[in-house]
Nanobody, 115 residues
């Protein structure tokens, strides 16, 4: 089992920045991907970004050029640096980790961007 705990969400004005963190604990050996999804009420969960154990990254089209995903493997932590935030980025952001065929999810952290 893998446990994920997110932090760093909050309220920010449009154009501002936030950094989300997600710490993995438990059986973290051989996690091959970590990343972030987001969800707003009535909509499906949307990919924000993920990073593989080899360092390859992928971003959702709506965040390319504004968000950056990174990891600190020694701390089992994944970060999401969010710049130039827009009101449409408002959502609950969920951290996830993939290990073998299993996906693990955090509880989510709210990000609210005011106009």
């Amino acid at each position: 089992q893998v446990q994920l705990v997110e932090s760093g969400g909050g309220l920010v004005q449009a154009g501002g920045s936030l950094r989300l963190s997600c710490v993995a604990s438990g059986s973290t050996f051989s996690i091959n991907t970590m990343g972030w999804y987001r969800q707003t009420p009535g909509k499906q969960r949307e990919l924000v970004a993920f990073i593989s154990s080899g360092g390859s990254t992928n971003y959702g089209d709506s965040v390319k050029g504004r968000f950056t995903i990174s990891t600190n493997n020694a701390k089992n932590t994944v970060y999401l640096q969010m710049n130039s935030l827009r009101p449409e980025d408002t959502a609950v952001y969920y951290c996830y980790a993939r290990k073998s065929i299993n996906n693990y999810w955090g509880q989510g952290t709210q990000v609210t961007v005011s106009s």
